[in-house]
């Protein structure tokens, strides 16, 4: 039996979901192992050298590269490790992508930052062009920790808990103004290999890192296929990586299925890989409308 065949996949249990539902959030700990974070950390600090050499850096030497797999196709496996990948499919079904993703290196700052607001719901124009209070919730977004931010101010992912279910956030009148972190705003502790898996609405923003650890991360958001995607994705069928990738990952990347018609729009589950293979592992919950043919 190879491998793959043996893979069995477990859904999100009921009180996940439930936090999930009440905070906007969760922190998974112990997703990846040490070799697995080795390999992720080892691809995007490659990139980064690679930007630093080519002057792709941020201020204070980060990097913030979008396109993960395009640019580090290292990290596929990232895509669906199933310790992650069963919060998407079981909040968002089977006809899902990879619509935004990034890796993230940020070194120690020496300078006190001033309070500039970074606050924001995931989703750009969906916030203005969604009609409903609250907004739908469209995308989920896992984030992978490669560094150690188990001690706040290293850099840390900020959310308001609960705060995905509130459309509006006061703020300062324009981005350049400082403006102080909103009261409840929590610095989230995890160490390398936790995952935080978030609904996009959740009011989230990156703080900096003045400790001498370098935080690494790398996140990926994931939406309905329906939904247009954000990441360079269309050259990379044409790459010898492509065939290296499983047919679930390259659903995630763009790719439509096997050639037998597969669609974004759902059409046509039997030739969607991600319906195929819950099916085949008979995780097809008809409960959750999402997961539903
Ligand atoms: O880097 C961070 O901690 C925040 C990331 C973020 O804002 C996002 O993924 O939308």
């Not at 196709?73 to 089977?94: C, N, Q, R, T, V």
């Not at 935080?215 to 329906?226: E, I, K, L």
């Amino acid at each position: 039996m190879s491998l793959l065949a043996q893979q069995t996949w477990t859904p999100m249990t009921a009180e996940e979901r439930a936090r999930f539902d009440r905070d906007g959030f969760l922190v998974v700990p112990g997703v990846l192992t040490e070799d697995e974070v080795a390999i992720a950390r080892t691809a995007i600090l490659r990139s980064k050298e690679k930007a630093s050499r080519e002057g792709g850096l941020g201020a204070n030497g980060a990097l913030h590269q979008l396109s993960a797999v395009t640019n580090n196709p290292e990290l596929a496996f990232l895509l669906d490790h199933p310790k992650a990948f069963k919060y998407i499919w079981s909040m968002l079904g089977w006809n899902v992508h990879v619509y935004h993703s990034h890796v993230d290196v940020h070194p120690q700052i020496h300078e006190q930052q001033k309070d500039w607001w970074h606050w924001h719901q995931d989703g750009g124009r969906q916030n203005r062009e969604l009609e409903t209070d609250p907004r739908s919730r469209m995308s989920v977004k896992l984030a992978y920790w490669l560094s150690d931010v188990s001690e706040t101010g290293r850099g840390n992912f900020t959310v308001l808990p609960g705060s995905h279910l509130t459309n509006w956030l006061p703020g300062p009148p324009s981005r350049g103004v400082p403006w102080p972190q909103p009261e409840g705003a929590l610095q989230i502790t995890a160490n390398p290999g936790d995952l935080v898996v978030f609904d996009r609405r959740l009011w989230h923003a990156r703080s900096d890192n003045y400790s001498p650890i370098t935080r690494v991360g790398a996140f990926f958001g994931y939406t309905y296929r329906w939904v247009a995607g954000r990441d360079e994705v269309a050259d990379l069928p044409n790459t010898p990586e492509w065939a290296t990738f499983s047919p679930v990952q390259q659903q995630l990347l763009g790719g439509a299925g096997d050639g037998s018609g597969d669609h974004a729009w759902g059409h046509y589950p039997e030739t969607t890989p991600l319906y195929g293979e819950l099916k085949r592992q008979g995780l097809l919950d008809s409960s959750i409308p999402a997961l539903i043919p």
